[in-house]
């Protein structure tokens, strides 16, 4: 199944979903129709659980320039005249930033297959992804700050969770270009591939061996490491026991144990399709 939108192309092939930006000739710069369509997809996504994976990769020579700044100059006013002007900017920014976090808690694990510039918003955006795949080519820049602006999206956010403080700050203050092999060494990508092929390639398979484990194994996982990642230890084996004991499934254990004797590919259900309480019916 392949759809086609605006700013995105999502394909979903053997449970695997790829979301491939195809604004190419606008650097895949992130405008109102963008943000619109990707919380649409991810919305779907997240209700559906059709797939058990998402890769999210682009075309043309970046992965993203970022923020479409004509945008605010037209479809979107920040008015800094009044305090009311102002205030309403809060609502926007938090807007704005619940689609990404749309990213961080969808119910399978996301990876970012990223070439060329990660500017500005595209940085917020893969902070949020499970999973960073880059080529040699890659790089990444808070852009925000070479505008005259603070990144406000994410990435001062989830940034010091994925490499030292240190590193956030000289990114964040200079706009310097941080690039692939020093973000591999930084612990930000997983690897750095020498052709975007071999990189998306890559990024599939992964997705497919997550595919291949029980989805509700993988939603506790991911559930597990990032409630971990915010929260002490002590709370966090608490919380994973209150886990443990709400998804635990023999018949899940003893069919990964089959399937790895017998050399094949286990058999799960897929997650509970969701419904919003306000489509229901009455």
Known sequence: ??????????????????????????????????????????????????????????????????????????????????????AAIFDLLTDMQATFTRLENLRIPVIAAIHGGCIGGAVDMVTAACIRYATQDAFFCIQEINIGMVADVGTLQRLPKLIPLGVVKELAYTGRRLPATKALGYGLVNEVFDTQEAMVAAALQCAQEIASKPPVAIWGTKQAVNYARDHSVEDSLRQMGWLQGAIWSNQHVRESVSAMKQKRAGAFPALTPLQRFSDSAG
């Open 1 to 86: 199944m392949t759809i086609a939108l605006t700013c995105f192309t999502l394909g979903i092939t053997q449970q695997v979903a790829h979301l491939v930006l195809n604004k190419p000739e606008a650097m895949n710069t992130m405008h109102p129709t963008f943000w619109r369509e990707l919380d649409e997809v991810l919305l779907h996504l997240h209700q559906t659980g059709e797939a058990r994976a998402l890769v999210i990769s682009s075309t043309g020579k970046h992965f993203s320039a970022g923020m479409a700044l004509e945008t605010f100059g037209g479809a979107i006013t920040m008015d800094d005249q009044s305090p009311e002007g102002r």
